[in-house]
């Protein structure tokens, strides 16, 4: 098992943070808070030339077959950056659809989301993610019929969606989710699992790029800040409180990469719960660090802040991934 990516790997990883620093994301971000998905789109289509999505897309369906480890620092640079939309459901409906034993739904849909022509979203639960935007909405639920115990898992393709809900994130819009309603593809689909794991996994590598940038910014304005004449950066509590931070994120890292290894639920489920816990502790760190400013709407450290916490919770919390590490991966 190798932990190091090579230079190729690194390059891709660079490739895409160059083109995410030149894309001014935080005011597409807040655009797409507002429901204005122009700039966005921008950004999407970008980041599939890169060719982020193919990753999750079989070459039958003009994909580059799935590579959960160039996936990973895929994710990472998109969390470093905060770049909003259903990225994690693209990809995790990707390898849904090409797992189905019918393969209609596959030619219908897959070449679209390698391309980046088309997003999807895909909930399991009774809120979709940026279903507005998605030209693919796709819902997981069992069956009403049947005994309850072995009752089938449901994949759907889920009808427009009403007006958008609050959200903890601005930039993750929430939409109501009927999972019983629309076109019904596949019962009980084989690539469910599969498709579940990847969604952790690039949660994970999003969770880890955002607590890295959070990091960087609070290491800049430490250094900027003075108190008593000095770089506030430079007393011991802020040192030791920086240092914490970078040591749980640094940790994180090989945990990820060793899971887009594997791909073993319980190498997933702790990849996920260390690099979100990681994040969220530099975003407590970050948000101390920055005094009054870091809870200022208008400051751009809120929109990484917002995103750690969501992503904390989002395809598996710190319980759930807990028990999963702890039962070996029977838990998912």
Not at 182 to 208: I, M, V
Request: charged share 20%.
């Amino acid at each position: 098992m190798r932990f190091l990516v090579d230079a190729e790997q690194r390059a891709f990883g660079a490739s895409l943070d160059a083109m995410l620093t030149a894309a001014d994301t935080p005011a597409v971000i807040r655009d797409w808070s507002r429901g204005d998905h122009v700039r966005g789109r921008a950004v999407w289509a970008r980041v599939a030339e890169a060719g982020v999505f193919a990753l999750a897309v079989p070459e039958a369906y003009e994909g580059m077959g799935l590579r959960p480890v160039e996936l990973a620092l895929a994710f990472v640079e998109l969390g470093r950056h905060a770049v909003p939309g259903p990225l994690v459901e693209t990809v995790a409906a990707a390898a849904l659809l090409a797992g189905l034993d019918d393969q209609g739904p596959a030619k219908r849909w897959l070449p679209a989301l390698a391309s980046g022509e088309s997003a999807a979203t895909l909930t399991t639960g009774p809120y979709a993610l940026d279903a507005d935007m998605a030209g693919l909405r796709l819902t997981i639920s069992p069956s009403l019929s049947g005994p309850a115990a072995a009752t089938p898992t449901e994949l759907r393709l889920a009808p427009p969606p009403g007006p958008p809900l609050p959200s903890l994130d601005p930039a993750r819009r929430l939409f109501p989710a009927d999972p019983h309603r629309g076109e019904l593809l596949a019962t009980d689909p084989k690539s469910l699992t599969s498709a579940l794991l990847l969604a952790r996994l690039t949660t994970a590598a999003q969770a880890l790029g955002v607590g890295l940038a959070l990091l960087d910014r609070t290491v800049s304005y430490v250094g900027q800040r003075t108190q008593f004449g000095t770089p506030i950066g430079s007393f011991q509590a802020v040192k030791h409180r920086l240092a914490d931070a970078k040591v749980a994120l640094e940790f994180a890292r090989p945990l990820l990469l060793g899971a887009a290894l594997t791909m073993a639920p319980e190498d997933v489920a702790a990849a996920k719960v260390t690099a979100c816990e990681a994040a969220y502790t530099t975003a407590r760190t970050a948000l101390q660090l920055h005094g009054a400013i870091g809870y200022t709407a208008e400051y751009d450290l809120s929109l990484w802040l917002t995103k750690a916490r969501a992503l904390r919770t989002a395809w598996g919390g710190p319980d759930e991934c807990r028990a999963a590490v702890l039962s070996g991966g029977r838990r998912c």
